[in-house]
């Protein structure tokens, strides 16, 4: 959500709706059981939001993201849901980002 519009309930009902259609639409119920994101581990303000929407840290990213020519470390969350749970592939959603995560400053940082 771009800065002037924050801090009134957008990205928090984005999120919810998210949530939502995940378990009410059958398809969806049946092959969606976690939502992943990732975050820069300095951004308190992102990370106190997903964790007041029930997200769980899931685990420590270093050098995950590049910013202006320096790395920065930054945490995986997870929301499970539809009968979803930690499996013994814990690793991969760490991974599957990479390809898709190109950033150019640290203000704006969005992966889908």
């Known amino acids: 959500v771009i800065k002037r519009l924050r801090r009134r309930g957008i ?13 009410q639409i059958p398809s969806l119920q049946q092959n969606c059981k976690a939502i992943y994101l990732h975050v820069l581990m300095t951004n308190q303000l992102a990370i106190r939001f997903y964790e007041k929407l029930h997200f769980k840290r899931f685990k420590l990213l270093p050098f995950y993201y ?19 749970h930690p499996s013994s592939w ?21 992966t889908i």
């Open 90 to 110: 814990w690793w991969l959603p760490s991974f599957l980002p990479l390809s898709s995560v190109i950033v150019n400053t640290k203000h704006h940082l969005l």
């Open 66 to 84: 590049l910013i202006d020519n320096c790395t920065y470390d930054g945490y995986s969350y997870v929301y499970y849901l539809n009968g979803g």
């Open 11 to 23: 990205a928090t009902l984005l999120i919810q709706n998210l949530i939502k259609n995940l378990q």
